[in-house]
């Protein structure tokens, strides 16, 4: 199946630090990506969606400006969590659909653990 | 509004086990149905789907109906593996709208030798 790569796996910062994370679709083109939160013993929360070329569209309560999504080209989204707090300490997920395939399916990259302190 | 609701883990079985992780959900309309699997160290991958009432979804031997009168979509398999030791999501997408996906807690299997 279609591959979406994460980087980096696992990121420790210090508090008031800007860290991005990189999501990369290997195979295949992505016009739309999608960046999920997971807390402890919590389900995945939809964050944003990440729009190729246009701005991303985020959900409610997630503020733009704390979680920069840019969306360059159709295999690469970048998330930056900007000054960063111990309170966005969580993994962080992002899928991607195949443009072309037209089968709906999203692909999952393995997740970006961040430790803020 | 809609949710989904999943049986708490962890659940630990001995290989060749039967497997029964229950999902329940609340929506209005017809939404789609999915479980996702997630193994150690790897990104979700979607284990199977249903799309409407009715509608049995299978892959690597495992099993789930969706059951409109019980808003059930229970996964199940007859005999576990080593291999299948993972965390397990149930999640559903709003009728038109694939790219949403509301989750629930996850199940964390693990299938002892």
């Known amino acids: 199946g279609a591959v979406v790569s994460q980087h980096p796996s696992r990121v420790i910062c210090k508090s008031g630090t800007s860290v991005k994370i990189e999501c990369r679709s290997l195979?295949?083109?992505?016009?739309?990506m999608f960046w999920y939160r997971q807390f402890p013993k919590q389900s995945l929360m939809l964050m944003a969606t990440?729009?190729?070329?246009?701005?991303?569209?985020?959900e409610q309560g997630v503020e733009k400006d704390k979680f920069l999504i840019n969306h360059a080209s159709l295999t690469l989204s970048t998330l930056t969590v900007t000054s960063a707090h111990p309170e966005d300490s969580s993994f962080y997920i992002c899928?991607?659909?195949?443009?072309?395939?037209?089968?709906?399916?999203?692909?999952f990259g393995e997740g970006s653990r961040l430790t803020v302190l | 509004g809609n949710s989904v609701t999943q049986m708490e883990g962890p659940v630990t079985l001995s290989e060749e086990a039967f497997l029964t992780i229950n999902c329940t959900y609340t929506?209005?309309?017809?939404?789609?149905l999915f479980w996702y699997v997630q193994y150690p160290g790897e990104g979700l991958q979607l284990l199977l789907k249903?799309?409407?009432a009715d509608d049995k979804g299978s892959n690597k031997g495992f099993e789930a109906t969706y059951r409109k009168e019980t808003t059930s979509f229970h996964l199940e398999k007859g005999s576990v593996q080593v291999s299948d030791s993972a965390v397990y999501f149930c999640?559903?997408?709003?009728?038109?709208?694939?790219?949403?996906?509301?989750w629930g807690l996850g199940t964390s299997l693990a299938v002892n030798p």
């Open positions: 899928s991607a659909r195949d443009a072309l395939a037209g089968t709906g399916e999203l692909f």
């Open positions: 195979d295949f083109q992505a016009t739309t």
């Open positions: 990440s729009n190729e070329g246009s701005k991303a569209t985020y």
């Open positions: 929506a209005t309309g017809y939404p789609s």
């Open positions: 249903a799309t409407k």
């Open positions: 999640a559903l997408a709003r009728a038109g709208n694939n790219r949403k996906l509301i």
